[in-house]
């Protein structure tokens, strides 16, 4: 079935008229609508397709409808409208920042407080400093029947060892040869290029004891990847509590119980390799217990090789448009803080508005 436009504009007044109500959106109240120039049986039949399709959903016989997590999908990508930040918020954002934003060392405490304010909804902030370090050089000391030693010398000056038990057997000159395939191919490379394709070459490359390439390059990727630091908080869980969704006390508990560090610890993992903003609806989260919500994330630079990521969770009925404004300005708005500490001005509101 086709997704005709004015399946489309029936779908984002659904999604626009839920997120104001939070309850389900009836023919009537379409039609109600200025811009709408369809008749209630015609509106009637395209909500009819739309939950066909997917899009919605009718919680109950003679109720109206919902959006599915498939809708937000694509009211997000396709059909929402810009929100337009007014002169109070830009100037509330800005204040909330120059007041409250004076020491780097409780930014991410404050961050998600502040964001938690601006949004009215959980948020999370996170400073992270991606890893650069590498190994330097490899070495493999045989430790007695059965075990080797391996030494990891850093790129940072670390030194890291580990006990390996032996799975074959494996003498100096077995060893001797897997060190200098080590240090040959594995040496001056980061975490992430610790490829299959690699492990597969270096294990053709080590003869007998090829058996134990898989146990070092894991031990190698695991000390590369902890020499990045991440810091994270999450602040104002309560606030879920005063949604209509969360009406059910014993939702509202489980979903706050899940609001801990374990559940959003692979949310930077999702934005490393993203620019702008990242919605994630419902069952797209990375973690089980986000699945009933949605995820709003943005990236801002923080400069001396940190990063930050602040982001929000609430319901899938939550305003995307303005809760992805104000996360772009915060993200502007601390990027340009840190990048010039002494001169960094924040920006000024857009459009033809006048103090």
Do not use: C, W
Request: aromatic share 4%; net charge negative; proline share 4%.
């Amino acid at each position: 079935m086709e997704l005709t436009e004015r399946k489309k504009k029936v779908l984002r007044s659904v999604v626009d008229l839920y997120i104001r109500t939070a309850e389900p959106v009836g023919s009537k109240a379409i039609t109600a609508l200025p811009d709408m120039k369809y008749s209630s049986a015609t509106i009637r039949n395209e909500m009819a397709d739309l939950t066909a399709m997917g899009y919605l959903e009718q919680p109950h016989t003679s109720a109206g409808r919902i959006p599915s997590a498939a809708g937000y999908r694509l009211y997000v990508d396709e059909l929402m409208a810009d929100y337009r930040l007014s002169i109070d918020e830009t100037k509330s954002i800005n204040l909330a920042i120059e007041e409250k934003m004076q020491r780097v060392d409780k930014m991410v405490e404050k961050v998600a407080r502040l964001v938690s304010q601006a949004t009215d909804l959980p948020a999370i902030s996170v400073t992270s400093r991606p890893t650069g370090a590498a190994v330097k050089h490899f070495e493999l000391i045989l430790a007695g029947h059965g075990s080797i030693i391996l030494v990891l010398m850093l790129t940072n000056d670390e030194v890291v060892n580990k006990l390996i038990k032996l799975p074959v057997a494996a003498g100096e000159t077995e060893l001797k040869l897997l060190s200098a395939v080590l240090n040959a191919t594995m040496t001056e490379i980061t975490a992430d290029e610790f490829t299959a394709e690699l492990l597969e070459k270096v294990m053709r490359s080590a003869g007998e004891a090829a058996a134990l390439v898989p146990v070092i390059v894991d031990f190698t990727t695991d000390t590369l990847r902890r020499q990045g630091s991440t810091n994270m908080a999450v602040a104002g869980q309560s606030r879920i509590l005063g949604l209509p969704e969360y009406r059910d006390v014993d939702k509202a508990q489980r979903l706050m119980a899940s609001f801990d560090e374990d559940a959003f610890s692979n949310l930077p993992a999702v934005m490393q390799h993203e620019n702008g903003t990242k919605v994630l609806v419902g069952p797209e989260n990375v973690a089980s217990e986000l699945k009933d919500t949605s995820v709003v994330m943005t990236k801002f630079d923080i400069g001396d090789g940190l990063q930050g990521m602040i982001g929000v969770v609430g319901p899938t009925r939550m305003d995307y448009a303005k809760v992805t404004a104000r996360l772009s300005y915060f993200a502007e708005s601390l990027s340009k803080m840190f990048a010039k500490p002494e001169q960094a001005q924040l920006p000024e509101a857009t459009g033809d508005e006048k103090e």
